[in-house]
């Protein structure tokens, strides 16, 4: 998404999530936003913001995630003009680094991928790495666990059960039964082993395993997440700046300090979506981690002029 100004060098760029899924849905909605922006001071975020939302239908979901991309943008442009770092404007306090994971594990690699695809992410600074499971046999899934854990060694491993995008989700008594399976790989988290809206069975959940709990990608507003952490779902969250945006994120922060569960940012997309994440990283300690999509991991880089750089996991 991109806002241009009157001022001809500052223009913002922001990223939804959503138009991975339905690009030209994106496309029609966006455009036809333009006459609530045409004119306006991008300087007053939530004023603009105020004033693109529509009774019944921009709370949450696909409006929600589609104003998070224009969110991002202006965040963008007044940083520009304020010729400030846009973590320095989220917050007074900030940090010089915050501790990534890379993602990676797809579905179709086998066990003997697996390693050489951990072995690779280790080169490239990471000590942690987050794989899929749960469309496969369950014996081959186990097999590639193993196989990450043992080449990983004392490293971090996180694992998602994708049951938030899997068409044939898991049952309660069989996310029981496989997580305490899981927990002897000594897991960062498990993340969606139920569908994420779920909120009551991830309650239970949470007194039946120590595993810890990791879900909220697909979450718009900051009264999800809260629901979350006030009914003890999870242990992490996992807010995605280009579906939330930055001010219902920020709104997440107090409850997150109060009940002691961490952040874990989603990040998925081209490198607007791991900049947007990044500032917030950068801005708030309650960010424990940071995705890095590692399948373009390269390809991210050069676009950033390898600017990024991965040093001992942060």
Excluded at 161 to 169: D, L, N, P, V
Excluded at 173 to 181: D, L, M, S, V
């Amino acid at each position: 998404i991109n806002i241009k100004t009157n001022i001809k060098e500052i223009e913002g760029y922001g990223e939804t999530y959503l138009s991975v899924y339905v690009p030209d849905i994106v496309k029609f909605i966006i455009n036809s936003f333009v006459k609530n922006l045409v004119g306006k001071n991008p300087l007053k975020i939530e004023k603009i913001l105020s004033e693109l939302k529509i009774p019944f239908v921009s709370h949450n979901g696909l409006i929600k995630g589609l104003t998070a991309g224009i969110e991002i943008a202006l965040w963008d442009i007044k940083s520009k003009f304020l010729k400030k770092p846009l973590f320095k404007l989220l917050n007074n306090k900030y940090y010089k680094n915050v501790k990534c994971y890379a993602s990676s594990g797809a579905l179709k690699l086998n066990h003997n991928q697996i390693v050489k695809d951990v072995k690779s992410t280790k080169m490239d600074g990471f000590n942690a790495y987050k794989m899929r499971i749960g469309k496969s046999n369950w014996e081959k899934d186990l097999k590639r666990v193993i196989s990450a854990k043992k080449t990983l060694n004392r490293d971090f491993l996180m694992v998602d059960a994708i049951m938030g995008s899997h068409t044939r989700k898991w049952t309660f008594k069989e996310a029981i039964r496989k997580i305490k399976i899981l927990s002897k790989f000594k897991l960062t988290w498990i993340e969606e082993p139920l569908d994420p809206f779920n909120h009551s069975n991830y309650s239970k959940i949470k007194k039946k395993t120590k595993v810890k709990i990791a879900f909220g990608e697909q979450f718009t507003t900051s009264e999800e997440f809260i629901s979350v952490i006030k009914n003890n779902c999870s242990d992490y969250i996992q807010p995605d700046i280009t579906m939330i945006g930055y001010i219902d994120a920020k709104k997440i922060i107090p409850h997150v300090k109060k009940s002691r569960k961490k952040i874990a940012l989603h990040v998925w997309g081209s490198p607007i979506s791991l900049l947007s994440n990044l500032h917030f990283a950068l801005a708030f300690k309650e960010v424990e981690w940071i995705e890095i999509p590692y399948t373009n991991f390269n390809q991210l880089s050069k676009k950033l002029n390898n600017n990024i750089e991965i040093k001992n996991g942060k």
